[in-house]
């Protein structure tokens, strides 16, 4: 074991009590163990040992993960000893395990990157949050899958206990990603309209959810499949305006099937291919589509008349990018307002608790073993 | 004839003395020149005949357009009657007569677009303008390609004499798009850089020659062909930093290719296909790339990695949406600069002047008839 990695390591399971990682004291157990030790005797405070989801390689998920526990950490004077309660297995979780993301931590790490937890230790210095507060860290940072995490207090964003605990371990990533989405690439003003492909998403259903809170229709593709009425119907029910499966957009005149909704100025895409360029079909003149995801691993293709006379705008959004330190205020105010809409019902979408101890299990059903299934959140 | 038709082609060819039009006056020639004749009586200042190519129908230009006499027109007294010099065959004149441009005048019309002339007459409330000034339609008009026009004052705008006269006819459609589309996307300044494929295209020239004088370099792409270490001479001659064919492109990472020059923040596409998707792979993070043309007549075609992870814009452009009568001034302060620029050997780019009277052999030139030629400018 390299000291880069132990040092990596550290850095990512938050700071430990001594140079020693858990990684060290698998190799090394005896000098390493008896070294934290004497450190203990100067009475700091300790975290718990954690359990913990760890890969050490890049790789097939089911394979390179494991759950072991990791030792007890040094809660500084600034620290906060969360105990986490729950964190959803993420697409880009697994893509980060895998080693295709784009941002990941170095390995080895602790998998998850969003969650919920409570406070179980507070350092010294630290002020306004107290044991048994719920807390999520804000911006998201690695390793939330383990049941205890100690970090800087300026990591942790206090939350109102009366949320649903699978929201608040699952607000970032995909209904912030809605937000923003929402709100920053076009003005968007009641009565406007919006189009999206993979409005069965966890995305796209809280972009129908919030379109629908602001008076804004939305128009939504899905995928052909078996039960499509009953898929319409629960979207319809979250507030979409229209519903269509891909085959009935093959018409002469995409348009035409727009009755009462203007034509939308505003369109996202997860899927790609020709998905996407049903998106950019309804859009009107000077509209804009943004990509978000590829599920169908396909990429867009576009006429260049739809650039040049149709004057259309295609745009990215990566919700990583955006959720920068200096971004942490506005970040937890949006978390605070989606929150709010979670308690009053208004923001729902389908996800299933997994108990820790199955983890395994769940990162099955996450990894598409067994079909579709709800998103898989963690419960510690 | 309709009236409806020949309504338009009054419009369209300003303002005629009488309910006769040319076409009128070709199908009941002895009626309504009686009547023409009345009016003239008058003593309304009347244009000269004008030789003009008109259109009856869209269709192949080479069969759908001739060359004929429209009768004297009546110069009312905000008018100015201009004597034509000199008016481009450009590709979206061609589009415009095929039938297959977004934006195209009702048939009969007269071709062609932008050019230049001299002033011959002027009514008697016109003012800054008088017999001999060199005049331009600005924003440009239908229906250059004939020898008299008769427009409203507010439709000319009085240039340099001492502007060589092809520049003069030219300036608009071409130079005027490469100058808005550096200043309209990206804020660039001196050492940033610019992509473009489709660089030996006169807006590809322009955007080498107005993109050196900012101090901003540019990277150029070009087509495989016979002979093109000497097109990449002529290109670096005229400012282009680099040049490459799209062959050399074929390497494993293409940044590498950049010596001493910062990867470009926007790319400029007119080419579409493979062309467009090596634009995209030097633009750097954040980059966006302008579509202005087409002509592979391929889609573009972009991962969806490149918009969530690289954040890309692809936006469009085309000049004829920002060429309103709102952005007149403007547009007339940028055609200044752009002819200054050309007076003093700034801007320059290939030509041919082609004699009205045989101008269906540079239509044909221009229809890519005898393979690749220079830009075809009429000299009246």
């Given at each position: 074991m390299s000291l880069v990695k132990s040092t990596a390591m550290r850095a990512l399971n938050g700071s430990f009590s001594s140079s020693s990682s858990f990684l060290?004291?698998?190799?090394?157990?005896?000098?390493?163990?008896?070294?934290?030790?004497?450190?203990?005797?100067?009475?700091?405070?300790?975290?718990?040992?954690?359990?913990?989801?760890?890969?050490?390689?890049?790789?097939?998920?089911?394979?390179?993960?494991?759950?072991?526990?990791?030792?007890?950490?040094?809660?500084?004077?600034?620290?906060?000893?969360?105990?986490?309660?729950?964190?959803?297995?993420?697409?880009s979780d697994i893509n980060r395990i895998e080693g295709v993301y784009p941002v990941r931590p170095q390995v080895p790490a602790v998998g998850g990157h969003e969650g919920v937890g409570e406070v179980h230790l507070v350092g010294s210095a630290v002020k306004g949050l107290e044991r048994g507060d719920w807390v999520i860290p804000s911006p998201p940072s690695f390793g939330t899958w383990q049941s205890y995490i100690v970090k800087d207090q300026s990591v942790w964003h206090k939350i109102n206990k009366d949320t649903p605990m699978e929201y608040a371990a699952t607000v970032i990533v995909n209904p912030l990603t809605a937000l923003k989405m929402l709100e920053d690439f076009t003005t968007l003003n009641k009565g406007d309209s919006i189009v999206q492909n993979g409005a069965t998403s966890i995305v796209g259903q809280c972009i129908i959810q919030l379109a629908r809170i602001r008076g804004i229709h939305s128009i939504n593709i899905i995928r052909d499949r078996v039960g499509s009425d009953e898929v319409k119907g629960i979207l319809r029910e979250l507030g979409a305006d229209e519903v269509f499966t891909e085959s009935q957009l093959e018409v002469k005149n995409i348009k035409d099937l727009l009755i009462n909704i203007p034509e939308p100025a505003l369109g996202f895409n997860c899927v790609g291919g020709d998905a996407a360029s049903l998106v950019l079909k309804f859009l009107?003149?000077?509209?804009?589509?943004?990509?978000?995801?590829?599920?169908?691993?396909?990429?867009?293709?576009?006429?260049?008349?739809?650039?040049?006379f149709k004057d259309l705008s295609l745009r990215g959004f990566w919700l990583q990018r955006w959720l920068t330190p200096d971004k942490a205020k506005e970040c937890r105010s949006m978390i605070d307002s989606l929150l709010s809409l979670a308690r009053e019902g208004k923001l729902r979408y389908g996800m299933e608790l997994a108990p820790f101890n199955n983890f395994h299990a769940a990162l099955d059903k996450a990894l598409g073993k067994q079909g579709s299934q709800p998103k898989q959140v963690i419960r510690f």
């Open positions: 060290v004291k698998l190799t090394q157990p005896h000098v390493r163990r008896g070294q934290a030790q004497s450190i203990r005797a100067f009475s700091v405070i300790m975290s718990p040992p954690s359990k913990a989801v760890v890969y050490e390689r890049h790789g097939p998920p089911d394979s390179v993960t494991r759950v072991i526990e990791l030792p007890p950490v040094e809660v500084k004077e600034n620290d906060v000893c969360v105990k986490m309660l729950a964190a959803p297995i993420n697409p009107r003149n000077g509209g804009t589509m943004v990509t978000y995801g590829g599920m169908s691993k396909k990429p867009i293709t576009v006429s260049t008349s739809s650039f040049i």
